[in-house]
Structures are given as C-alpha cells and as structure tokens.
C-alpha cells in the first residue's frame, strides 16, 4: 500500500513535553516477539547517566551500515539534534561506518538534521517512496502513488471526513488551513500550499498521502478499506 495513515497521537502534543537533556533507554521490550529475541543488553551506568551495551558472542567487530529514524530517534519531540547525539554520530562515521536515516518525513523535512550531523550518505524518504542524495538534493529512486490509486484513498478519507496532506515533488498541499495542517507543518518547519479542492486539483502521482485524524475512526476506516 502506497497511502501512509498518519494519526493524531503521533503529531505533537499541543503542549510541550518536558525537556529532558537527552532521550532516555528503553530497557524492557514492549512486544512478546521482542522480548523473547532480544539478546542485546543494556547496563545502566547511574553516575555518569552512560549506557554500556553487551553485544551477543559473535556480533560482527565492524557494522557496514547502521539505520537510523529520525523522530523519537536523533531528535525528541522538541525537534532538536543534540551536540551528544552529533559527537555519537561523528565518532560512528569516523569509524568507517556508514549512517543512513530512513524516515517518513519529506525530504526537505530531514535534509537540514543532515547536514547538522554531518551525513551524507543517502537517505530513505516518505517510507520509503524516496532515496535522495542529501549532497546534490537529487532523488535517485522515486516510487509515486498511481494516480488512480491515490484517488481513490483521497475519496475515502475526505468522504469520512479526514484532513488530507498531499506530497507532490517534495511539497505539502492541502485543501484549506486547518489547525491539524498548521501543527503538521510547524512542526516539521514546511510552507503550506492550500489548493481548495485537492482531489480536483491532483493530476499526477503523489509521492504520499497523510491522513491525520481520531486514531480509532482511522484504524475503523482502514479496515472498510481492506480487500
């Protein structure tokens, strides 16, 4: 499936979390399958607040490649790539190791994190509809939504009522300015482009569709929506 659903426990909250000076350790698996796979353990240092990580006998002395997500990952919800993060990222491409962020975000959403980290190599977009040179900006692989296909979700998901996001060669459009378009775009920094009448508007293959909204009538949709 191309449309990506976007609900609205996972945009930021209206009001800001408490700041924290860096994300904490998550020590316990939250899912079943997790937790009877895990074999990589954390030891809490509480002095210095570090966290040494146990390896598995036989882990590979030299990772190739590590992938990275961007949000509730690099950065917390206050969107904000933290000196310790950076100087974690520099010693890991010092190394030989290469670093690539795969993200649902826009390209020009995620560009700006990378050049502050100092990556460059490429890196996975929209969920990955893109993979994008973040040195030149060009999009080296570019899966769109069917024009057809995107239709048909943008009926569905304005027909029950949902605000739509729509992302066509690296920009947001929308229907109108709402306060879920506002939030979505302050959030991530972007211009808005309100068009009026979206589903009229669109005639070429979107690179994603968002719908944002009420998590239970999103996950109801969804399933009238399953073959």
Not at 66 to 90: M, Y
Not at 151 to 177: I, S, T
Request: with cysteine.
């Amino acid at each position: 499936a191309h449309a990506v659903t976007v609900r609205s426990d996972q945009l930021p909250s209206a009001t800001p979390m408490p700041r924290r000076r860096d994300a904490l350790v998550q020590e316990l698996a939250q899912d079943a399958a997790d937790r009877r796979r895990s074999r990589v353990r954390r030891r809490l240092d509480r002095r210095h607040g570090a966290v040494a990580v146990e390896l598995p006998a036989g882990f590979p002395r030299h990772v190739a490649a590590f992938a990275l997500d961007l949000d509730r990952t690099l950065i917390a919800e206050d969107g904000v790539l933290r000196p310790r993060t950076r100087h974690a990222l520099a010693r890991t491409r010092a190394s030989g190791t290469h670093m690539v962020v795969v993200t649902g975000r826009m390209f020009r959403a995620v560009r700006p994190y990378l050049g502050q980290a100092g990556l460059d190599d490429l890196v996975v977009c929209y969920q990955g509809a893109v993979v994008a040179d973040p040195t030149t900006g060009e999009f080296l692989l570019h899966v769109p939504i069917p024009l057809a296909e995107a239709r048909e979700a943008m009926d569905a998901v304005l027909a029950a009522g949902f605000h739509l996001n729509c992302y066509l060669d690296d920009l947001l459009y929308v229907a109108e300015m709402t306060p879920e378009a506002r939030r979505y775009a302050e959030f991530q920094h972007l211009e808005i482009h309100v068009v009026g009448n979206l589903r009229a508007w669109l005639d070429r293959d979107p690179t994603k569709l968002v719908a944002v909204g009420d998590p239970a009538a999103l996950d109801a949709l969804e399933q009238e929506l399953k073959p």
